[in-house]
């Protein structure tokens, strides 16, 4: 069983106050850590995990790739 998550957020008010963050879990959701680092992240509308890279999409904006691990 995989334990691993991964989760982007976005704030709906105010809408420009901390738009967005991207989170992850590696027991199951029990704890988590905010890995956005330094993206300028919009509004998360999708994350994709494949080949040890995370990808966001972002509303209207841009993807990003953060390798993990």
């Known amino acids: 069983m995989n334990n691993e998550i ?5 704030k709906g008010y105010p809408e420009n106050y901390n738009p967005g963050s ?3 879990s590696t027991d199951g ?3 988590w ?6 993206l ?5 509308s999708d994350v994709v995990y494949k080949g040890g890279y995370l990808y966001a999409a972002t509303w209207c904006a ?3 790739r953060l390798k993990i691990r």
Do not use: E, P, S
Request: net charge negative; no cysteine; proline share 0%.
């Open 33 to 38: 850590n905010d890995i956005t680092n330094d």
């Open 6 to 10: 991964f989760i982007g957020t976005m």
């Open 62 to 64: 841009n993807a990003y």
């Open 40 to 44: 300028q992240l919009k509004r998360i």
């Open 29 to 31: 959701g029990d704890h």
């Open 22 to 24: 991207v989170w992850h």
